[in-house]
């Protein structure tokens, strides 16, 4: 099988010839760039690593690694200020501003990532200041990387296309600031409700722009919104079912309508996010990562039987909180192996670690698993 037919069959719920395995193909399956060039040590390879993602320091996987990996997967990402930013230097930080007008910065001293430093909107008093805030466009000129990636295509991997900036409710909360937006949502709901509303008509037109360029030729568009904490949700059930699944909704089924058949929503969410996957059924989507083990409720064999029908679960196959960076190699093994056991029956299952592979992590956890990986497959 390629990839691309190994994925697709899996999508549909039928085991392909083995389970896939994924790293680097969207920027929450990825591995960070310090512990990416000691994989290449490993490998006794030496060069420059490239960065994919600067907000979390992700590596590009090249293609030599991606073949020894036997990756199924490769990240389409559009030409975005996180991928390229313009970055400026003020005081002790690095910073850079993304088309959402929302400012990253990162000390430059021991500094590991970009963070949220300010928030655009924090001082909108009303649903006109939120109409005049100068909301971004997406043009064509984001697609000219997809449109290499896609023309490269031979079927040796399958190309997720990453989403235009973060999810609804979380571009939201970095837009009016966390704690402000959280607070709309009970005591400004207008405010809020037109906040949501305009970062989906912005998402809407870039499926639009996505259809006119590639419609046909992709099959998985990644989005994203973390709802949950470890322990619990971070807002309650009925307001995530008012204010986000109706963007959700409509946004997903607007992407399946407009990019035609054989297309598939990538959702990302972390955390204890149980009591939503129902919701996220009815919503459209079809894939749901990283499947964090470690939080409450999120037992695989419950999350298996309960929805492993109805739903593809990308992600799972080892904690990369607790055991790929404590756990011993035959931790590690153990917990590939038995995870790979509880997902994989009857298909619906692509391996990948819980989240991005730390700078942290140790490389021999990291080849440990995927050689159990390659061993269960």
């Not at 690095?94 to 924090?122: H, Q, T």
């Not at 955390?271 to 129902?278: K, S």
């Amino acid at each position: 099988m390629t990839s691309e037919e190994r994925i697709l069959k899996t999508l549909s719920h039928q085991e392909p010839d083995h389970v896939p395995f994924d790293l680097g193909g969207t920027i929450v399956t990825g591995i960070t760039k310090g512990i990416y060039s000691r994989l290449l040590e490993y490998r006794g390879l030496t060069r420059e690593v490239r960065v994919l993602d600067y907000v979390q320091q992700l590596a590009q996987i090249d293609e030599d690694v991606a073949r020894w990996l036997e990756i199924d997967t490769k990240c389409g990402f559009p030409g975005i200020s996180r991928k390229n930013p313009l970055i400026k230097e003020e005081g002790n930080y690095f910073y850079f501003e993304d088309e959402w007008g929302i400012r990253w910065g990162m000390p430059k001293s021991g500094g590991l990532y970009f963070d949220v430093i300010s928030n655009p909107l924090a001082k909108a008093e009303n649903i006109d200041d939120v109409e005049k805030y100068p909301w971004p466009d997406p043009g064509a000129e984001i697609l000219k990387d997809l449109e290499e990636e896609i023309g490269r295509q031979n079927q040796e991997k399958i190309l997720i296309i990453e989403s235009f900036g973060s999810g609804i409710f979380e571009t939201a909360l970095r837009l009016r600031g966390y704690e402000q937006f959280l607070i709309d949502l009970t005591l400004a709901p207008g405010l809020a409700e037109a906040i949501l509303e305009q970062i989906l008509e912005v998402k809407l037109r870039y499926i639009d722009l996505l259809n006119q360029n590639f419609k046909g030729r992709i099959h998985i568009l990644r989005e994203g919104d973390d709802l949950a904490t470890q322990q619990s949700l971070l807002i309650s059930k009925e307001m995530y079912q008012r204010f986000i699944k109706p963007k959700h909704r409509q946004l997903f089924e607007y992407a399946k309508k407009s990019l035609g058949p054989s297309f598939y929503i990538f959702f990302h969410s972390c955390g204890a996010v149980y009591d939503l996957i129902p919701d996220f059924i009815e919503a459209g989507i079809d894939i749901l990562n990283p499947v964090q083990l470690s939080a409450s409720k999120m037992n695989p064999e419950k999350l298996k039987r309960d929805f492993g029908k109805l739903i593809t679960f990308w992600g799972g196959g080892v904690d990369t909180q607790g055991t790929l960076l404590r756990g011993s190699k035959d931790d590690v093994r153990e917990e590939v192996k038995r995870n790979i056991e509880t997902f994989a029956p009857g298909g619906g299952y692509v391996f990948a670690a819980v989240h991005n592979i730390q700078d942290d992590i140790p490389v021999e956890n990291l080849v440990t698993m995927w050689e159990a990986w390659k061993s269960k497959s």
